[in-house]
């Protein structure tokens, strides 16, 4: 089992409100994504870093932001949450030198906004 | 436009029996393809992964096909189980990007009934 890790893994907050999802890796990977996926649809990359200090925005436009301070931490903010937020979040880390990019998901946020 | 279509997109079968799932891809260049198994409110964990040179992988009660011809996968799962009721999700990776991006299917609903 990977050891990626989420938290929280449910939300449930009100419009306006600032948020911050958590994702921790401890297998020292140097590629980490965040994901958005909506019930019965693909996965959908808003979010990556090839390091430390290295994030870029993903196929899907997203309001959201990150960081990449620590090789091991990669948190998503939304500075202020609106209904159309609510999605499930799934985090994922891979190896720079992985021939296959092969990627290890975490359990995933389910936030709602109301 | 680089793509990955699933069918059936949803299935019921009785525990103990056999089903076979479907692919079709359009990406290119291609550099390999995996299937996932992503339970409900979990992240999805990595069931095969093969290559171009790769038309058939086994794990335990799963089996992955691949026709890089054809552009096609299948996976097989036999003497099904309860616990095999999740969503099983095709991902291909193309070898065109420092990235190598994955593209991602929007999965198969396999419900097995007892």
């Known amino acids: 089992e990977a050891d990626i890790y989420q938290t929280p893994r449910y939300l449930v907050i009100g419009t306006g409100k600032k948020i911050t999802l958590e994702c921790s890796q401890t297998?020292?990977?140097?590629?980490m994504y965040w994901y958005q996926q909506d019930p019965g649809m693909e996965l959908h990359l808003i979010h990556y870093?090839?390091?430390?200090?290295?994030?870029e925005k993903g196929d899907l436009s997203s309001e959201s932001t990150v960081s990449r301070i620590r090789t091991e931490h990669f948190p998503l903010t939304l500075e202020s949450a609106r209904p159309s937020h609510t999605s499930q979040y799934l985090c994922?880390?891979?190896?720079?030198?992985?021939?296959?990019?092969?990627?290890?998901f975490g359990p995933g946020t389910r936030l709602t906004v109301l | 436009k680089n793509q990955v279509e699933q069918s059936p997109q949803s299935l019921i079968i009785l525990e103990g029996k056999n089903c076979t799932l479907q692919c079709n891809y359009t990406v290119s260049p291609f550099s390999n393809l995996r299937w996932y198994k992503q339970d409900t409110g979990r992240g999805p964990v990595s069931l095969t992964i093969?290559?171009?040179?790769?038309n058939t992988k086994s794990n335990g009660r799963y089996t992955a096909t691949l026709d890089a011809d054809t552009k096609q996968s299948s996976l097989h799962i036999t003497a099904s189980q309860l616990s095999d009721s999740a969503s099983y999700i095709c991902?291909?990776?193309?070898?065109?990007?420092?990235?190598?991006?994955?593209?991602f299917g929007r999965g198969t609903q396999l419900t097995v009934w007892p």
């Open positions: 991902v291909v990776s193309d070898r065109g990007s420092t990235l190598g991006r994955l593209y």
């Open positions: 093969m290559t171009f040179s790769e």
């Open positions: 870093s090839y390091g430390v200090n290295s994030t």
């Open positions: 994922a880390s891979s190896e720079a030198r992985s021939s296959y990019n092969e990627q290890f």
């Open positions: 297998m020292g990977h140097d590629k």
